[in-house]
């Protein structure tokens, strides 16, 4: 997870998708005017706001709740 700044924080991973392809995954969250906006983009079919971004997100939140997950690092994969 990459924070760019105190308006934009960058989520980048490597998901496996179906029939073991891996597909590239990231999800910007935009922070401003007292509303949070979400975008996602993906290599797999659909492309965007699909099953690998909430897989990423939900693996992101499980790393969260451990004592070695570094907010720094720009790539997660799994």
């Known amino acids: 997870m990459n924070s760019i700044g105190r ?11 179906n029939y073991r392809a891996d597909y590239e995954t990231d999800i910007e969250f935009h922070l401003g005017g007292g509303r949070i906006r979400f975008f996602t983009e993906c290599t797999c079919p659909v492309g965007y ?30």
């Open 7 to 17: 308006e934009l924080v960058h989520i980048h991973g490597v998901v496996l998708g």
């Open 49 to 78: 706001q699909c099953k690998h971004a909430a897989a990423l997100l939900f693996q992101c939140q499980a790393l969260r709740s451990t004592d070695d997950f570094d907010s720094e690092a720009a790539d997660i994969d799994f």
